[in-house]
C-alpha cells in the first residue's frame, strides 16, 4: 500500500514526497546503521496505514491479504458469486501453504516497524511513541497467535542477530501480552508525569496523541485478550486475571475505549489513498468497479438472520437482489425484488443478471462507506459485547446481570451508529448520541419490534426465529412455522456480536465462533473437513516458513489443528 508522505501528515528528512512504504521499507535489513538516525514519528503513520490494512482493509501491502477477507469466508459472512470462477480453498477448507501465504510475512514486517519504533523511541526520548508501538505489537502479534497458533516470539525481530527464531508456544505468549500491556500503561503514566516528554502528533493516526484512549484501547486489548483464554487449559489462569483487570487503577482511572477506534491516514478519492477495502472491493479512484467488486456476496444465512429479526440494517449493509426474467417488450413486469444470497458450495451461485441477481455490498452503505473512510481497528461494539459476555457469565466471578444487559444493548447501539455512521462522520460515544445521530432511530425501532424474541430482548428466554439457509420466501420476513427454542445469555450476546461484526471485524467473530461455537453457523456443502461443524480452525504456516525456518516449524499442523484456546469438539 502506497501513501504519500504529505498525507500522512508526517514531516521528516528530504521524503516528504515519496511513498512512505517505498520510502521507508527499513524491513529489509532491520540491524543497519541508519535505522538508529529514524525518529520513532517518522515512521509511526506508516506502521499503523499498514496494520489496518493487514487487519480489516484490502490488498495490505504490495498487494498481499488480509485478515478479515480470510474470516469473512471461513466465518460465513460471504459466498463466492457466479461471476468468478476458483476460491476452491474457502469452499473445501482444504487450506495449502500459498493460502494466504503472504499474511504472515506482511505481519512481521509491520511488528518490525513497531519494534524499532518501541527501541529508538526509548533510546531518543520519544516514550509515548514506545508506549504505542508496545501495545500495537501486541495487537499485532495476538492476530498472528489467533490464527497460526505458536509462532516466534520471544526471539523474534532481532534480524540478522536471529533469522531462525524458535517458535514458543502460544499460551506462553498470551501471558506475556498483559505483561506489555500493563507495562505499557505504566510507560505512559511515567511520561505524563515528566514536563520534558515529546508530544505525540500527527503521525498517531489512531488517536492524535490522546495518550488516555491509548490506555482504554491497551486495556480493552486486555479483555479481548483474557475473554479468549476462559475455557480451557487457560481457564484458571485467565479467569484470576480477569477481576484483577476489572479492578486495576488503569480500568478504574482510564476505563475501556468508549467508541470505535479507527485509523485514517488521510484516505481520499485518489490514486494510492482510498480506503483499502473500498479499493478492493467497491472502486477504484476512477469510479470504476474493484477487481473483486462482483466476486463476493453475503450468505443467505446471514441475510435470512437480518429479514427474520425484522433488523433494518440489512438494507443500510447490502442492495437488494432479484429474482425473475429481464425486463423486455414482451416483459413489462420487473424482476420481483428479493435478498438473495449465496450458499457456500452449491453448484450454481448468485450473479448479477436476471433470472436470479444477487445482492451486494451497498455503495456509500455501512460496509462501502467511501473512498476516505477510516478503517476499524477495534469496534466499540466488540468491547461492549465482549463486557456483557464477562458479565453474564456466573462461572467468571464478575457476574451482573443488569451491567450485562445494559452493555449488551449498548453494544447493539454501538454497531448501528457505527454502520449508519457516514464516511466522513466522527466517531462518537454512546453518552453523546442523540435522537438525531445517525443509526439511533433504526436501533429503536430494531429494539421494539422483537420484544420477547430472544436473539434480540435480553430478558426473553426463548426465540422462533429459524437459523435458515436456503433461499425459501426471500423477500418476505414472515417466519416459517418453528417452535420456540431456549437462547442463553450467552448466545444472544454472541448472536448479536457476530452481526455487529459482519465483514467489518469478521476476524473477531471467527476468534469467538472457535472460542464459543456461536453463533452455529453453516458451512460449505463442499467442505472436507473431518470435524462436526464441518468447519476449519487455523490458518497453515507459509511455504516461505517451510523453506527458510524448517527446524523450529511446529510439527504435524494442518487447516484443523486447534488454536490452544479452542477446546470446542
Known sequence: MKISFKMLAVAVFALAATSCKDALDINTNPNELTEAAITPDAIM??????????????????????????????????????????YGEELTYNYSTSYYASLFGQVYDNLNDYN?????????GYPNHAAIARIMKVYNFQLLVDEYGDIPYFGALQGSANLTPKYDPAADIYKD????????????????????TRTVGP???????????????????????????????????????????FASASVKADGFIDRDVVANPGYAQSSSQQNPFYTRYGFTAAGTNATERNYQIPTQFVLNQYRYNNDPRISQLYLIGARGPAVSATQPVPPTPEWIGAVPGESISPSFNPPVVGSR???????????????????????????????ARADLGLVND????????????????????????????LASATTSTAGIAQYTAYIAAN????????????????????????????????????????????????????????????DD???????????????????????????????????TNSGNLPKGVDQYTKIFWDVLD
Not at 524499532?116 to 531518543?124: F, L, P, S, Y
Not at 501480552?177 to 508525569?193: K, S, Y
Not at 420477547?452 to 423477500?475: I, K
Open 45 to 86: 503513520a506508516q506502521a499503523m496505514t499498514i496494520t489496518a490494512a493487514n487487519y480489516s482493509g484490502g490488498p495490505g501491502v504490495a498487494g498481499g491479504t488480509n485478515f478479515n477477507s480470510y474470516a469473512s469466508w471461513a466465518a460465513n459472512y460471504w459466498g463466492k458469486t457466479g461471476v468468478v470462477s476458483g
Open 116 to 124: 524499532i519504533i518501541e527501541r529508538n523511541g526509548k533510546a531518543q
Open 177 to 196: 501480552f498483559l505483561v506489555q500491556l500493563d507495562g505499557a500503561i505504566a510507560d505512559i503514566n511515567t511520561a505524563a508525569a515528566n514536563p520534558a
Open 203 to 245: 503521525e498517531d493516526i489512531v488517536f492524535a496523541g490522546n495518550m488516555t484512549r491509548w490506555k482504554q484501547f491497551a486495556n480493552s486489548l486486555k479483555l479481548r485478550v483474557l475473554l479468549r483464554q476462559v475455557d480451557g487449559a487457560t481457564a484458571a489462569y485467565a479467569k484470576g486475571e480477569l477481576p484483577k483487570l
Open 361 to 391: 455490498f451497498l455503495t456509500g452503505g455501512g460496509l462501502l462507506k467511501g473512498p476516505n473512510a477510516p478503517t476499524p481497528l477495534m469496534l466499540l461494539a466488540e468491547h461492549l459485547f465482549s463486557k456483557a459476555e464477562v458479565e
Open 402 to 429: 443488569a451491567n450485562a444487559k445494559q452493555d449488551f444493548l449498548d453494544g447493539i447501539k454501538a454497531s448501528f451508529m457505527y454502520f449508519y455512521r457516514p464516511a466522513t462522520g466522527a466517531t462518537q460515544t
Open 451 to 510: 420484544v420477547a424474541n430472544g436473539l434480540v430482548d435480553y430478558d426473553a428466554p426463548t426465540t422462533t426465529v429459524p437459523l435458515m439457509t436456503d433461499r425459501t420466501n426471500a423477500l418476505s420476513n414472515t417466519l416459517p412455522a418453528v417452535a420456540p427454542r431456549t437462547v442463553s445469555k450467552q448466545e444472544k450476546i454472541l448472536y448479536q456480536k457476530y452481526f455487529a461484526l459482519n465483514t467489518v471485524a469478521s476476524t473477531e467473530a471467527w
Open 513 to 547: 465462533y472457535r472460542r464459543t461455537g456461536l453463533p452455529k453457523i453453516p458451512a460449505s456443502s463442499q467442505s472436507a473437513s473431518p470435524r462436526a461443524d464441518k468447519l476449519p480452525t487455523r490458518l497453515l504456516y507459509p511455504l516461505a516458513e517451510l523453506a
